[in-house]
């Protein structure tokens, strides 16, 4: 409980049976966040318990609940403050904790909603950075309230962009999403290989659903260390056991691949961040990458593997520091050749010059 003056604040979680059962003003904190909001699951047990919460409260009281306040924005269209903006007739008002000006540079103040409610905290660059860094659909849905219908959706064709020329100065990471024994509807194991410039734009080189056993998964590792020299190989590993993996990792560690956490993350939750990439325009693919185009164009009725590797990428993508270019045409063993002609010639030279100095 916190106390101030004649203000008196009872805290307590949502599975709390009694919390704040003796107050005339309700306060739901938080109800849906992006952690939960992606999840046919967690958007299910995040409405029972609100519905569990409101029919306890009923029964104390014997007769209406009070002043109940919801705070919280929604994430996704059937999540449950969606829910309630639609279908509880209850709710009188709903208050937008933000708007832009509109064309002509003017804000509409008699509008009653859409007003900016903490001008301490943003101000209105604030909202407009923010706008073009999440893409309007995922920034209407939080700041503007707008309940949008096809949030599962994570791309439109208008959305597709091509790269021409690849950076000269990038970071370079593979990630393969193996399929299990239990995907019979998703057989394919997704391949994703992008580079990454300083700027933070997303350079799809390599995206393909190939069906292989563990044996060719190191073959098809070993392909990618020697043509594409990645900087970084992640694999996931909850689809095999850990002797599987381990046995990968040992017998393979001249590979250099990492295994995949997801930190309890669903798999839907993690690909639906990858519509804020695409609509703000910062992935660019390759000619004639079919698969994925096909993959981001249907989600969710189509396989997840390559969508699901294309999404840790995107989380685990490190811009490099900018003014420092790689040379695309040398390998690393190349590198390291012309390194030693270069010691071998200067040790020559110091030999010369000790013989002449004797003499």
């Not at 080189?205 to 020299?229: F, G, M, N, W």
Request: net charge negative.
């Amino acid at each position: 409980m916190i106390e101030a003056g004649q203000v008196k604040f009872h805290v307590a979680s949502l599975e709390t049976r009694q919390v704040m059962r003796h107050y005339q003003v309700i306060i739901n904190d938080d109800l849906v966040n992006d952690e939960n909001a992606f999840s046919e699951v967690e958007r299910a047990n995040i409405s029972r318990k609100w519905k569990l919460q409101k029919s306890i409260l009923t029964k104390y009281r014997k007769f209406k609940v009070g002043t109940e306040i919801d705070i919280g924005t929604p994430y996704h269209h059937k999540d449950l403050m969606s829910h309630l903006m639609k279908n509880v007739n209850t709710y009188r008002k709903f208050i937008i904790p933000y708007a832009l000006p509109d064309e002509n540079g003017t804000l509409d103040l008699d509008r009653g909603i859409g007003i900016l409610t903490m001008p301490e905290m943003f101000c209105w660059e604030d909202f407009q950075e923010k706008r073009q860094e999440m893409g309007p659909s995922l920034f209407g849905t939080q700041y503007e309230l707008k309940v949008v219908d096809d949030l599962d959706r994570i791309c439109e064709e208008k959305w597709l962009r091509y790269w021409a020329v690849l950076p000269k100065n990038y970071q370079r990471i593979f990630v393969i999403d193996p399929s299990g024994v239990g995907d019979k509807e998703d057989p394919g194991t997704g391949v994703f290989g992008c580079d990454i410039d300083p700027a933070g734009y997303v350079y799809v080189i390599y995206a393909e659903e190939v069906s292989t056993t563990p044996y060719q998964l190191i073959k098809l590792l070993e392909q990618i260390r020697s043509q594409y020299d990645p900087d970084e190989i992640y694999m996931e590993k909850e689809k095999y056991s850990d002797t599987i993996a381990d046995t990968l990792q040992h017998l393979e560690s001249k590979l250099f691949f990492s295994f995949v956490e997801h930190k309890g993350r669903t798999k839907g939750y993690r690909i639906g961040r990858i519509k804020q990439f695409m609509e703000t325009g910062r992935v660019l693919l390759g000619r004639g990458q079919r698969t994925l185009e096909d993959r981001l164009l249907n989600h969710p009725d189509c396989p997840k593997h390559l969508l699901d590797a294309m999404a840790y990428a995107l989380e685990k993508m490190n811009p490099p520091k900018r003014n420092i270019e790689r040379d695309r045409n040398s390998s690393s063993e190349d590198d390291f050749e012309e390194e030693l002609k270069r010691a071998f010639v200067y040790r020559q030279e110091a030999e010369v010059m000790e013989n002449d100095s004797i003499f």
